[in-house]
């Protein structure tokens, strides 16, 4: 482990690594905010792991331009009444109320005075829950995957995770996105219960699931750049 950096590069590539011990194949990954990230498990040394980047370079590369594509993020959000958030794919108007606690009741999203992130980020948190909790099973059940549990919590510029003893984890933010987009990433995250990596029968479950998913991921790569995800919420 002590043979990686905080952060490798290679040529003019920088790699974030960190080191799994449950991973049992390398995942590297573009997030969101263009950086490269590789999770790798102990056994993969430093030169194992150049090499597998040097390989990737051109993939590296596409998926840092699509980034690029996606243009200027959107600008901080304000705590004040009017300000829009979104919801399952639509648009709420911020009512500020003299105390309480956040909650969506007709049309609009009331946050007490005072109120700022976390409070919203609990929120979707809180709301987001008891909702994948609905929306997973008939997924996992379709798709044959053995689910153990499911978090939602920050995952920085992921929008999922799983773990190998059947846990998904899915980010508080994708609960802005419409309901067909959030089945992506669910539907994605499951089918990582059934192969870790990104190989062509992991595309070929997700085919089978959800015929056309094409459409979803670009749908999917174009609305990250529109979500509200502040710092202290990631």
């Given at each position: 482990?002590?043979?990686?950096?905080?952060?490798?590069?290679?040529?003019?590539?920088?790699?974030?690594?960190?080191?799994?011990?449950?991973?049992?194949?390398?995942?590297?990954?573009?997030?969101?905010?263009?950086?490269?990230?590789?999770?790798?498990?102990?056994?993969?040394?430093?030169?194992?792991?150049?090499?597998?980047?040097?390989?990737?370079?051109?993939?590296?590369?596409?998926?840092?331009?699509?980034?690029?594509?996606?243009?200027?993020?959107?600008?901080?959000?304000?705590?004040?009444?009017?300000?829009?958030?979104?919801?399952?794919?639509?648009?709420?108007?911020?009512?500020?109320?003299?105390?309480?606690?956040?909650?969506?009741?007709?049309?609009?999203?009331?946050?007490?005075?005072?109120?700022?992130?976390?409070?919203?980020?609990?929120?979707?948190?809180?709301?987001?829950?008891?909702?994948?909790?609905?929306?997973?099973?008939?997924?996992?059940?379709?798709?044959?995957?053995?689910?153990?549990?499911?978090?939602?919590?920050?995952?920085?510029?992921?929008?999922?995770?799983?773990?190998?003893?059947?846990?998904?984890?899915?980010?508080?933010?994708?609960?802005?996105?419409?309901?067909?987009?959030?089945?992506?990433?669910?539907?994605?995250?499951?089918?990582?219960?059934?192969?870790?990596?990104?190989?062509?029968?992991?595309?070929?479950?997700?085919?089978r699931t959800l015929p056309g998913y094409a459409e979803h991921r670009e749908r999917l790569r174009r609305a990250g750049n529109n979500l509200w995800l502040p710092e202290e919420g990631r």
């Open positions: 482990m002590s043979e990686f950096p905080g952060v490798l590069r290679v040529g003019d590539l920088e790699v974030a690594v960190s080191v799994s011990e449950r991973r049992k194949s390398v995942r590297l990954t573009v997030e969101r905010d263009s950086s490269v990230v590789a999770i790798v498990p102990p056994q993969v040394s430093k030169a194992e792991l150049v090499r597998m980047v040097e390989n990737k370079r051109t993939w590296l590369y596409g998926k840092l331009a699509e980034k690029r594509d996606l243009g200027v993020p959107p600008p901080a959000k304000e705590y004040i009444s009017g300000e829009g958030f979104l919801y399952l794919g639509r648009s709420y108007r911020l009512r500020i109320i003299e105390s309480g606690c956040v909650k969506l009741i007709r049309g609009r999203l009331e946050l007490p005075k005072g109120g700022g992130a976390k409070e919203l980020v609990d929120w979707y948190r809180r709301v987001g829950d008891p909702w994948l909790r609905r929306r997973v099973p008939s997924w996992a059940s379709r798709m044959g995957a053995e689910l153990t549990g499911l978090r939602v919590r920050p995952l920085g510029y992921r929008w999922g995770s799983c773990s190998q003893d059947g846990q998904i984890n899915i980010h508080w933010a994708t609960m802005q996105l419409p309901p067909s987009l959030i089945d992506y990433v669910l539907v994605h995250e499951l089918a990582h219960l059934q192969r870790p990596d990104h190989g062509p029968d992991f595309w070929r479950i997700v085919d």
